[in-house]
């Protein structure tokens, strides 16, 4: 049997059930068939299915079947989607009629020939191998075992100009490479992907920076330009040089930045806290290890802005202030969300903190305690930003001792920050309506103000009971 999951076997038992009895020829195409050959399986599967015709009634009937959701995605097309909840999972299952007169030509309007093979439903439990059962008129097989990706026809680019980006995150996903006469397709076709919507631009690029391999993905994307159709922001960082603490112009620096954040995650692999933290969720299926891959990129893009030359030096003041807001307007185009935008923003903003605080032999209470207040949940995402980013600093005025101490300083606060939160913090001495109590003060910002000095003083050791908590609001309000 090549499908062995009993609850997904299930389903597919009442689509051919279904199918039988409306004596409808169903074929199972695309990435389902693309996995199973390779042996991968996604936690959230997902089906697609073509038929002659009638696919949006014959959708509509199963979802009343199996008890799903069910969506008319195209109605010209003839196109829905039903999603099953199974055992914590979500299964999707997409009806499509024909593109074409039959099979072979709908499959020519599929992306990519390892996409581009179908089955019929009535063998997929056959005892037989899934690769003798295959449909498979434009060799797919013979790509996935070569590890390449080829469109299926030339004018596919120009049907759906989103393909360009996903043709890159299946590289990504799974380390093959794109053939030489699909790249030239897309060289002539990248234009278009600015008539593509923002969410599904977002989705295919999160595919890519959800992987391991993001820098060598995006490398292939800038030789085409790619890049500059999603971000054209990053056009004038191109060529800008930075002075004699830097090797690479602005952009190159930010490409090489995105390489060191891969390789010390890497180094880190096995820090189960580390990982975790990187792991965790920050919006819809987006983790923090792919908002941190994208904030190595964007963390210098306010650069340009902020260039100028002063006694014959080359300086960017302020370029983390505008580079947080340059962000904002990328994050807004692409249709992240707030989560996403609180989380970039203290990468691009907070960048420079760490090396500020490693311009010191020993580092304070005072500011450690201010960087992880300031920083806040992106204390570790900043610091390992931070260490990336030295690592691609590498001109004639900077040293490797400088380096080596600034990584060192950047992992003893990684290590500080995890012990820190497993530690239960103290509840303050006193509060706002204490203050307003003893000092007859009235609601104001003030009151903020004040509790906030007493919390660094408590952090820090200088204030350890209600009376010294009291004496030094009192210093504090004066």
Known sequence: MIFKDAALRQLLVKTRHLAKNKRRKIYLVGGFLRDLLLKRRKPNPDFD??????????????????????????????????????????????FTDFRGADLVEDLLHRD???????????????????????????????????????????????????????????????????????????????????????????????????????????????????????????????GLKQGPYHHLDVWQHSLETLRQTEILISELKNSKEIQSYLDEIISSDRKRRSILKLGA????????????????????????????????????RLKLSNDDWGVLSKMVFWHLRPGYLADNQIVSRRAKFRYFRDAGSESISVLLLSIADQRSTRGRLTSEGDRAHHEKICLALIREHMRQAKIIKPRPFINGD??????????????????????????IGKVKSKEEALRAAKKFIK
């Open 297 to 332: 990129i964007l963390h210098d893009i306010g650069k340009p802005a902020a260039l100028r030359h002063k006694a014959g030096k080359t300086i960017f003041h302020g370029h983390e202030r505008i580079g947080r807001d340059i962000s904002e307007e990328i994050i807004k």
């Open 112 to 238: 990519f020939t390892i996409n581009a093979m179908a089955m019929d439903l009535d063998n997929i439990f056959s005892d037989r191998p899934a690769g003798e059962l295959m449909i498979d008129p434009y060799s797919g097989r013979q790509d996935l075992e070569s590890g390449i990706i080829r469109i299926v026809h030339k004018k596919n680019f120009l049907d759906d100009p989103l393909r360009i980006l996903r043709a890159f995150s299946l590289s990504a996903i799974f380390g093959f490479k794109i053939d030489r006469q699909t790249l030239k397709l897309m060289q002539r076709d990248k234009k278009n992907i600015s008539a593509v919507s923002a969410e599904r631009i977002r989705d295919e690029l999160f595919k890519i920076l959800d992987t391991p391999k993001a820098f060598d993905c995006l490398i292939e994307m800038d030789k085409l330009k790619i890049l500059d159709v999603i971000i054209p922001e990053i056009k004038i960082m191109r």
């Open 434 to 459: 204490t203050l307003i109590r003893k000092f007859k003060l009235k609601p104001s910002p003030l009151i903020g103000k004040v509790l906030s000095e007493l919390e660094e003083l408590q952090a």
């Open 49 to 94: 299915f073509c038929l002659k015709k009638g696919a949006i009634a014959f959708g509509r009937a199963l979802s009343k079947i199996i008890g799903c959701g069910f969506v008319i995605l195209d109605k010209d097309r003839g196109y829905c989607r039903l999603v099953k909840k199974i055992d914590g999972s979500t299964c999707t299952l997409d």
